[in-house]
């Protein structure tokens, strides 16, 4: 009988195989068998029998097996999956393991027993209601999390205080950008962008609308589809464009409130209300989610998005898509409240020098 793995052993094999298919783009199935609210039952060393046995014989001796959760959820990684459909990939492994725990679990016993499969990387989505980045897959950064949990407390009562503070504070400004806005073009005031915010989740991000209403969104869905894809324009001298620069889709007062990052004010609305940060990645749109390598998308996976991070303090437009990237990458897997501070101290002058904003 194969070795079954204890859990913290499993979860680390669990993520090395994650890394090692976000760089090379291959994919592996995570089969997860679980005994329920069974724990208590005098059938549970039964049904564990049965379930480490069907999982044994379901797999290679490539395929690692061992505990998802300790004593409550077996999971089995079967790697190397080949150029199958995902669909018929999990249809032909469910079944086999379903033929094998009915040989392995009597009637009553399988009932208790969940089956559940989830494959890397599965990118299921129909619309722009949110991006399927599943936290299934990611224990590692889940468990991250749970050791910071206090410092996460902490990071969230911030955000609270600090969103409040300058709702009340910068009120005055809100209210004559509000009256700019307003009497300079046709339109609402806010504008609503749908965002993806931790592991995919999509929110309506706000912001003072800086554009005339009704434009054409796929001008920008083009440029960023080429910056992310490392064809991105340049500009006079030569040198690359990481962002839009004289966006016919922008108005007047539209290209102040940009430049100084004052169209963003709103956010703070979505820090309180939980959807963002004060300090993160920024969030992205779901079609420049799609343009993403896998590598990519852990920047909008292993920590909430926020209103000011290390791309806005450190370079803005002038660097690339990737380097953007790496700084949201670095940023979440360095995270500390002394990190939070230091980039909060210095957005303020980053957004008056405005270097590096369009």
């Known amino acids: 009988m194969q070795d079954i793995l204890p859990e913290d052993l ?27 609210d069974n724990a208590e039952s005098d059938r549970y060393p039964e049904i564990v029998k049965g379930l480490i046995k069907a999982a044994n014989e379901a797999r290679r001796e490539t395929d690692p097996a061992g505990w998802y959760e300790q004593d409550s959820t077996l999971g089995i990684i079967f790697t190397e999956l080949g150029l199958q459909d995902d669909s018929e990939v999990t249809k032909k492994l469910l079944a ?17 027993v969940r089956v559940a499969a989830h494959i890397f990387s599965d990118e299921s989505s129909d619309d722009d209601s949110g991006i399927s980045a599943n936290p299934t897959l990611y224990p590692d950064i889940q ?35 509000a009256l700019l806005v307003k009497l300079t073009s ?7 962008q749908g965002r993806l915010g931790q592991f995919g989740k999509a929110f309506d991000c706000l912001k003072f609308r800086s554009m005339y209403a009704n434009n054409d969104p796929k001008i920008h869905e083009a440029f960023m589809k080429e910056m992310i894809g490392g064809n991105g324009r340049t500009n006079g001298e030569g040198k690359p464009v990481y962002k839009m620069k004289d966006d016919p889709r922008i108005t007047s007062i539209g290209k102040f409130i940009r430049r100084t990052s004052l ?22 749109l779901a079609y420049e989610y799609r343009e993403y390598d896998v590598w990519h998308r852990r920047r909008v ?5 926020g209103i000011t991070g290390l791309w806005q303090v450190h370079g803005r437009s002038r660097v690339s898509f990737d380097e953007m990237v790496r700084l949201d990458l670095r940023y979440a897997r360095r995270w500390s409240l002394g990190l ?3 980039i909060l101290l210095k957005t303020p002058a980053a957004v008056v020098s405005g270097d590096g904003a369009y």
């Open 10 to 36: 499993f979860l680390g094999i669990l993520s090395l195989e994650r890394k090692r298919a976000e760089r090379s783009n291959r994919r592996f199935l995570l089969l997860l068998l679980g005994v329920g």
């Open 96 to 112: 086999k393991v379903n033929q094998l725990l009915a040989v392995h679990l009597s009637p009553d016993d399988l009932r208790r």
């Open 143 to 177: 468990q991250l999390h749970e050791t910071k949990k206090v410092s996460f407390m902490v990071k969230r009562a911030t955000d609270i205080f600090g969103s409040l503070l300058a709702l009340i504070v910068l009120s005055p400004i809100f209210l004559a950008i």
């Open 186 to 192: 046709k339109g609402p005031v806010l504008f609503r």
């Open 263 to 284: 169209d963003e004010l709103p956010q703070f609305i979505n820090v309180l209300k939980g959807q963002m940060s004060l300090v993160g990645p920024r969030p992205p």
């Open 301 to 305: 996976l292993e920590i909430k998005p």
């Open 340 to 342: 939070d501070l230091q």
